[in-house]
């Protein structure tokens, strides 16, 4: 039997979204009540196991009477407030992010992006041919994950996942400004040379597949990384008495990519390097 | 935390120059004795340090980068890896902060750094003359966003790195003076005195100015002879409460370009349960065309102390923090000197004036980044952290500094506050005045101080505008143009907001009609590209293809540009309505006023 923590009682807040009434526990983001009443709300840095950096500006909503749009990821509904999702004021920022960022890294990797691009009708394309772009080689330097940050939109997520809000490693942080941006380890360090525990939560929370397993990168650089051939085995992990889940993704009878339940109690998708990438063994058919 | 501190090691000097801010290491646990694999040693195995209380150091990790860039030119892995260690701070996150700022380098570099300012007001007297100099005497030199010596136009800053930094500043700059004041920067000459940047000095009714070359700035003794701490009696004979009411009374609005209400601001502050408050006074005087603050420092440091004091005893707070621009070496200097003096007089520290309230002072240097004027960006800087601004709510008066209730003021803002006190509040309001920085194509450039109300005409008449006046830029690269016909907009906030546009910090940039407008819109454009801390999408990105559309339509006009400015206007209000701060919320400011007001590339 599995205990579920209810909680308190919240009392509810009313306010208004897009013209009509509705009621959101207090302390919900604005996003938590769009989702509840069904909304689709586009979102990237925001993660369902994390803070949200309310970053990628890709989730802006309008209040009424604030001067500039809202991150719903992280704007508490508060009781009267009065919230647009699909105003034309919305759509447009959502499609000039859309627009920036697809045309600044490579998003071929990220999932849903395609269809919002298409919703909001951006066009990636008309900042010309010499529009800047992140031009990064993929940091192939252990044998377990691999970092490519020219797909990385900076979210911001890793560094979280890393840091304070659950792995408290530290071993990566962004680095430099503006558009030269990046994640990096300290003086851009391999991570084998920095304080990384290969606990892998990073490649998680990644949104765009700028982190993944090096499985995967080999698998896509092969043409053989193919999602509908895979099953998904939740299981728990063996090697000590935590009682991780485990989620085993595996195609062609090989384990390719473990991850583990974001609702697990336990875990809350997070693993050890162990259950991350001690399945090797599983595979050794000798 | 699991720290991994790799296994580079500082050099002497780096050793020394951290150890003279921090002291020396206490134990084999923060890079003391034993640590360097010779062993801990029994005492160190019994007791480890760490936890909380070395954590709490964070804040020092700035100081710690300026006392390893001061003393060396620049910040080595080992010298990085040394200050992580004394500081129990990530490695990663310590390299995240020291790559933030532009006046760090994480690679050698010679030890003098000439940073010669090619900002509005340089650009428009000349900067590039002064770099095409530089290059061709073979010296090597850092394009700088604005100095803050606009009135001195065009500028340069030498900083030679040692035990003893020395600075030198050279306006107006000749590559020939640069190149000299690099090779023996402690040989330059004096800086000319701050009164000298204010044309009016001297005259009667100045209220803000009134001490700016009439006192000596650092003469304590001197400042209270020109009526210097009567403020603070009279806040303490009215008590904290009954100041924020006379600063509310008063109608005082913040100087730094948003305007909100001091005494409000005051209030919400002081009345927080929450506990310690903290007062920031904001001298990150960055806004290209912005040098008024530097001018009140240099001019009236003692001014600042005692306001800040004021403003501290009001919301509570016993610890002020004043951040400066790093670009200020004279201001640093005096307020030092202001600092020190005040202390020995029981004016700062554990009992000030015998009043039973205790209020002390920190000064902390910027490092070269733009976006540390924001207020909560300026609040993670001094943590030790990016400069990277927080989203808002909360608001800094809940959760500022250190997570704690804090009033933010811009150093103009604060400086009102004695008056207010002197005069009282209707009397004040009565004459309010507001400081311009005037600089560009005007004859007396320069910082000058008329009461609200006065017309922009009213101020360029006084500066001496120029027979051919194309455009006057207000509020600086964040501000907006306008014409030579609008001479008569108020210069009140109402008034230029009515206008359509803005009197931010308080930048009046005039261009005559030599200058070339695309130039000089690429160059704001180039600014905040440079500037953006990189945190939202909006600002990272827009920025950049800002930048990129302005570069392809400098040389064109009507219908060859028209695709561009559509996607200028585009980009810019998704950067005005979705980025997180001011900064890119403001950064399609000025070129969209070029377009609309001025008729650029039409």
Redesign the interface.
């Known amino acids: 039997m599995t205990a579920v923590p209810l909680g308190l009682p919240r009392r509810l807040v009313e306010f208004t979204l897009d013209g009509e009434t509705v009621r959101a526990p207090e302390g919900s983001t604005i996003l938590d009540a769009c989702r509840a009443e069904g909304k689709d709300v586009p979102t990237l840095c925001q993660g369902d196991t994390l803070t949200p950096?309310?970053?990628?500006?890709?989730c802006?909503v309008e209040v009424e009477g604030a001067r500039?749009?809202a991150?719903a990821c992280?704007r508490r509904a508060e009781p009267g407030m009065s919230v647009r999702t699909d105003s034309e004021?919305t759509r447009?920022?959502r499609?000039?992010?859309l627009e920036?960022?697809a045309?600044?890294v490579d998003m071929s990797t990220t999932p849903g992006v395609a269809g919002w691009i298409e919703e909001y009708g951006a066009e990636p394309g008309?900042?010309?041919p010499?529009?800047?772009r992140v031009e990064e080689d993929p940091k192939v330097d252990n044998e377990l994950y691999v970092r490519d940050y020219g797909k990385c939109?900076?979210c911001?997520k890793c560094v979280d996942a890393c840091?304070e809000q659950w792995q408290?490693?530290?071993?990566?942080?962004?680095?430099?400004?503006?558009?030269?941006?990046r994640i990096?380890?300290?003086?851009a360090?391999p991570l084998t040379?920095?304080?990384c525990?290969y606990c892998g939560n990073c490649i998680e929370v990644c949104p765009t597949g700028a982190l993944s397993f090096k499985s995967e990168f080999d698998m896509r650089a092969a043409g053989t990384w193919d999602e509908s051939a895979q099953t998904e085995t939740t299981t728990v992990c063996a090697y000590c008495g935590v009682g991780c889940n485990v989620t085993l993704h595996v195609q062609d009878n090989d384990i390719v990519k473990v991850t583990s339940p974001h609702d697990n109690p336990v875990t809350h998708g997070n693993l050890c390097i162990k259950g991350r990438f001690g399945f090797a063994h599983v595979q050794n058919r000798d | 935390m699991d720290l991994h501190f790799g296994d580079s090691r500082p050099t002497d000097e780096e050793r020394a120059a951290v150890d003279t801010l921090l002291g020396p290491p206490v134990s084999a646990w923060d890079a003391g004795p034993g640590s360097d694999g010779s062993g801990r040693s029994e005492k160190d195995l019994r007791w480890a340090r760490g936890g909380h209380a070395a954590r709490e150091r964070r804040d020092l990790l700035l100081p710690g980068l300026h006392a390893v860039n001061d003393r060396v030119g620049w910040i080595s892995e080992g010298a990085l890896a040394y200050l992580c260690r004394r500081l129990m701070v990530p490695p990663a996150e310590a390299y995240g902060v020291a790559t933030f700022y532009s006046m760090f380098s994480l690679r050698p570099r010679p030890t003098t750094v000439v940073h010669a300012c090619t900002d509005l007001a340089c650009a428009a007297r000349g900067a590039d003359r002064v770099c095409a100099g530089l290059e061709a005497a073979g010296v090597s030199f850092e394009r700088s966003p604005c100095l803050g010596l606009c009135e001195r136009a065009p500028a340069a800053l030498v900083v030679r790195a040692g035990e003893s930094p020395v600075t030198a500043v050279v306006a107006p700059a000749a590559a020939g003076a640069v190149a000299e004041a690099a090779r023996a920067p402690a040989d330059a000459g004096p800086e000319p005195v701050a009164a000298d940047a204010v044309p009016q000095a001297g005259q009667d009714g100045l209220v803000l100015l009134r001490r700016v070359g009439a006192v000596d700035p650092y003469s304590l003794d001197d400042y209270r002879a020109h009526g210097g701490y009567t403020a603070l009696r009279r806040a303490f004979a009215l008590g904290p409460a009954a100041v924020i009411r006379e600063v509310t009374e008063s109608g005082l609005v913040g100087r730094g370009g948003a305007a909100f209400p001091t005494g409000r601001k005051w209030q919400a502050t002081a009345s927080q349960p929450d506990g310690p408050h903290y007062l920031v006074c904001n001298a990150d005087e960055s806004e290209p065309g912005t040098f008024k603050d530097r001018v009140v420092m240099e001019g009236d440091p003692y001014a600042v102390v005692e306001a800040m004091t004021v403003a501290g005893y009001a919301v509570g707070a016993h610890r002020g923090y004043l951040y400066l621009r790093g670009e200020y070496p004279r201001a640093l200097g005096l307020l030092e000197n202001a600092l020190t003096q005040a202390r020995a007089r029981g004016l700062l520290g554990d009992d000030v004036l015998g009043q039973g309230y205790a209020f002390d002072i920190e000064i902390r240097r910027g490092a070269g980044a733009y976006i540390c004027g924001e207020e909560t960006a300026l609040f993670n800087s001094i943590e030790g952290y990016r400069g990277e601004p927080r989203s808002k709510p909360p608001f800094p008066v809940e959760k500022g500094l250190f997570g704690k209730p804090t009033a933010a003021n811009n150093v103009e803002t604060l400086v009102n506050v004695l008056p207010v006190l002197t005069r009282g509040a209707e009397a004040f309001a009565a004459a309010e005045t507001k400081l311009f920085c005037v600089s560009g194509s005007v004859s007396r450039p320069g910082v000058y101080e008329l009461p609200f109300g006065a017309t922009l005409g009213d101020l360029l008449e006084l500066a001496g505008k120029p027979e051919r006046m194309r455009a006057v830029l207000l509020g600086g690269a964040a501000g907006g143009f306008v014409r030579p016909d609008e001479m008569d907009i108020p210069l009140t906030f109402e008034g230029t907001r009515a206008a359509g546009t803005t009197l931010g910090s308080g930048v009046v940039l005039v261009l005559d009609d030599r200058v070339e407008l695309p130039r000089i819109l690429l160059r704001i454009a180039e600014f905040f590209r440079d500037e953006s801390c990189g945190q939202c999408v909006p600002c990272r990105v827009g920025t950049v293809r800002q930048e990129e559309a302005l570069r392809r339509i400098a040389d064109r006009t009507g219908a060859a540009a028209v695709d561009d400015i559509a996607l200028l206007r585009e980009v810019g209000r998704a950067m005005r309505d979705a980025s997180i701060c001011g900064l890119g919320q403001t950064a399609w400011n000025a070129v969209e006023s070029a377009i609309d007001r001025l008729g650029a590339y039409a």
Do not use: M, Q, W
Request: net charge positive; charged share 20%; hydrophobic share 45%.
């Open positions: 950096k309310n970053a990628c500006r890709v802006v500039t749009l991150p992280s004021r447009h920022s499609k000039v992010v920036l960022l045309s600044s008309r900042f010309g010499d529009a800047a939109i900076l911001y840091g408290n490693t530290f071993a990566i942080a962004v680095a430099g400004r503006g558009f030269d941006a990096s380890t300290e003086h360090a040379d920095s304080a525990v």
